[in-house]
């Protein structure tokens, strides 16, 4: 299946990788396990401050900062995945998305690396049934001992969170 991203047509599956050319993914921790987004979504990395709270905002949107002059919804991905506890130490990260020529925070435990992938060494998410969508996945990447969860966070921002980055950044919070 391809989109487009950037201007170029892509294998939405791996991403652009093919046999021969790499990908390169941004690895983050949420809990114990390590995912990974596509560094080209990624504009920056900054330690987690103080947000400014929405009042009847979800739990996940812990609220926005000012960077430079937008307004920049936060969301607490652990939170919106439901697969740790959300804690907030020196190690917390804000990683700083351009989705869609939106920009959105995104709470991760910690960021690993930069991880280079074939589309060898992607492999497709397991069908779980209806025990829980994996539409959001890309696949899972294999690198020696370590799988890394891939994920197409634009599937995964998109629908309710999209409208409610909408109305956070513009002030106000969708009924």
């Given at each position: ?15 652009g ?5 790499a ?9 114990r ?22 009042a ?25 995945l439901?697969?740790?506890e959300?804690?907030?130490d020196?190690f ?6 351009n989705?869609r ?12 690396d ?5 589309a ?19 696949g ?16 995964l921002?998109?629908g ?16």
């Open positions: 299946m391809l989109e487009q991203r950037n201007g170029d047509a892509v294998d939405a599956r791996t991403g990788a093919d046999a021969a050319h990908c390169e993914y941004l690895s983050f921790t949420i809990g396990e390590e995912y990974g987004i596509h560094i080209l979504q990624v504009q920056e990395l900054r330690g987690y401050e103080a947000v400014t709270r929405i009847s905002a979800p739990d996940h949107l812990k609220g926005v900062i000012n960077l430079r002059g937008i307004i920049v919804p936060i969301i607490d991905m652990r939170i919106r439901g697969v740790a959300p804690s907030y020196q917390t990260v804000v990683v700083i998305l989705l020529d939106r920009v959105v925070g995104m709470v991760v435990d910690s960021v690993s930069v991880v280079a992938l074939t060898e060494q992607i492999k497709a998410a397991p069908e779980m049934g209806g025990a829980f969508s994996t539409e959001h996945l890309i899972l990447g294999t690198l020696g001992d370590r799988m890394i969860i891939l994920v197409d966070i634009e599937k921002m998109s309710e969170e999209i409208g409610l980055i909408d109305s956070a950044a513009s002030g106000k919070v969708a009924a």
